[in-house]
């Protein structure tokens, strides 16, 4: 059974750092690219940003939204990415779900995607 | 970015009814468009790839057809465990965008 498990979540002030990790099992994580996806309370899903797997180096790509803020990042040895959150807003308050992405070159689709984790930024 | 426009927003309907959603995408996107289910207070399941192409474990009775820019996913007959929000996404550019959602409920 695939499982992505999120963990980090929970209450940060502004301006300041947060780390998310997950973790996945039951799939061939090294061949997977794992992204994330957040859905602000109320609202829709917004794509955030995804991490290729290292047979496309390892590239990044991310969400105007979050760019120069968020890094993506994994470690494949132990099925973990990684998404740290800097300078962080009240905007950026959300529910993020960690996803695992299949795919080649262009064409990166989501095919699985964790139970999510509640991300609140207040002071 | 490309937007992803779906309609309707919502619709109510019945057990057993054929039920389609329409996503349209403001540039070309060949078949690189997902589709997603969501319930309330649960994470988003994956239910198309590729157009047309159904997740493992997903039920025939959904489906998916388009090309270029605009696409369509059919409830051949909507069973009671299919009452969610419904998005389409296009993973042809970055950033990948999804649609409004579209949230499907009982008549």
């Given at each position: 059974?695939?499982?992505?498990?999120?963990?980090?979540?929970?209450?940060?002030?502004?301006?300041?750092?947060?780390?998310?990790?997950?973790?996945?099992?039951?799939?061939?994580?090294?061949?997977?690219?794992?992204?994330?996806?957040?859905?602000?309370?109320?609202?829709?899903?917004?794509?955030?940003?995804?991490?290729?797997?290292?047979?496309?180096?390892?590239?990044?790509?991310?969400?105007?939204?979050?760019?120069?803020?968020?890094?993506?990042?994994?470690?494949?040895?132990?099925?973990?990415?990684?998404?740290?959150?800097?300078?962080?807003?009240?905007?950026?308050?959300?529910?993020?779900?960690?996803?695992?992405?299949?795919?080649?070159?262009?064409?990166?689709?989501?095919?699985?995607?964790?139970?999510?984790?509640?991300?609140?930024?207040?002071? | 970015?490309?937007?992803?426009?779906?309609?309707?927003?919502?619709?109510?309907?019945?057990?057993?009814?054929?039920?389609?959603?329409?996503?349209?995408?403001?540039q070309g996107i060949n078949n690189y468009l997902a589709w997603f289910q969501q319930k309330p207070g649960k994470a988003p399941k994956s239910l198309i790839h590729s157009v047309s192409s159904l997740q493992s474990g997903v039920p025939t009775r959904f489906s998916g057809s388009g090309?270029?820019?605009?696409?369509?996913?059919?409830?051949?007959?909507?069973?009671?465990?299919?009452?969610?929000?419904?998005?389409?996404?296009?993973?042809?550019?970055?950033?990948?965008?999804?649609?409004?959602?579209?949230?499907?409920?009982?008549?």
């Open positions: 059974e695939v499982q992505l498990v999120e963990s980090g979540g929970g209450l940060v002030q502004p301006g300041r750092s947060l780390r998310l990790s997950c973790t996945g099992s039951g799939f061939s994580f090294g061949d997977y690219g794992m992204g994330w996806v957040r859905q602000a309370p109320g609202k829709g899903l917004e794509w955030v940003g995804f991490i290729r797997n290292k047979a496309y180096g390892e590239k990044t790509s991310f969400a105007a939204s979050v760019k120069d803020r968020f890094i993506i990042s994994r470690d494949d040895s132990n099925t973990i990415a990684y998404l740290q959150m800097d300078s962080l807003k009240t905007e950026d308050t959300a529910v993020y779900f960690c996803t695992g992405d299949n795919g080649y070159g262009v064409g990166w689709r989501i095919d699985y995607w964790g139970q999510g984790i509640l991300v609140t930024v207040s002071s | 970015d490309i937007q992803m426009t779906q309609s309707p927003s919502s619709l109510s309907a019945s057990v057993g009814d054929r039920v389609t959603i329409t996503c349209r995408a403001s090309y270029g820019t605009d696409f369509t996913l059919t409830i051949s007959s909507l069973q009671p465990e299919d009452f969610a929000t419904y998005y389409c996404q296009q993973y042809h550019t970055y950033p990948r965008t999804f649609g409004q959602g579209t949230k499907v409920d009982i008549k």
